[in-house]
């Protein structure tokens, strides 16, 4: 069973820069491929971007596309979202999650806590 914790959320204004963090354990960090995702309120959660077990891929949402890096550390077992030149619609509740390299389906089976991204205009 892995457990995800999130952190580094805030608020900033527009134009601003946050970087947060997902750090795994209870498992083997990089067996997993990782994801991170959003949810604004009212609004359906969605997908931002997603790194593969061995950091060697990665993949974003046009809305992000250009502004944010996903990034991993196996060591350190954390995956990291860099987000820079933000806008009040990346406010959002972030959430990390992590699919294990094996599975066979797409859907994510571990999720965090999530951590609130507030940016003022």
């Known amino acids: 069973q892995v457990q995800l914790v999130e952190s580094g959320g805030g608020l900033v204004q527009a134009g601003g820069s946050l970087r947060l963090s997902c750090a795994a354990s209870?498992?083997?960090?990089?067996?997993?491929?990782m994801g991170w995702f959003r949810q604004a309120p009212g609004k359906e959660r969605e997908f931002v971007a997603a790194?593969?077990?061995?950091?060697?891929?990665?993949y974003y949402a046009d809305s992000v596309k250009g502004r944010f890096t996903i990034s991993r550390d196996n060591a350190k077992n954390t995956v990291y979202l860099q987000m820079n030149s933000l806008k009040a619609g990346d406010t959002a509740v972030y959430y990390c999650?992590?699919?294990?390299?094996?599975?066979?389906?797409?859907?994510?089976?571990?999720w965090g806590q999530g951590t609130q991204v507030t940016v003022s205009s």
């Open positions: 790194i593969t077990w061995s950091g060697g891929m990665t």
């Open positions: 209870g498992g083997t960090f990089s067996e997993y491929h």
């Open positions: 999650a992590a699919r294990w390299r094996g599975s066979k389906t797409v859907e994510y089976a571990y």
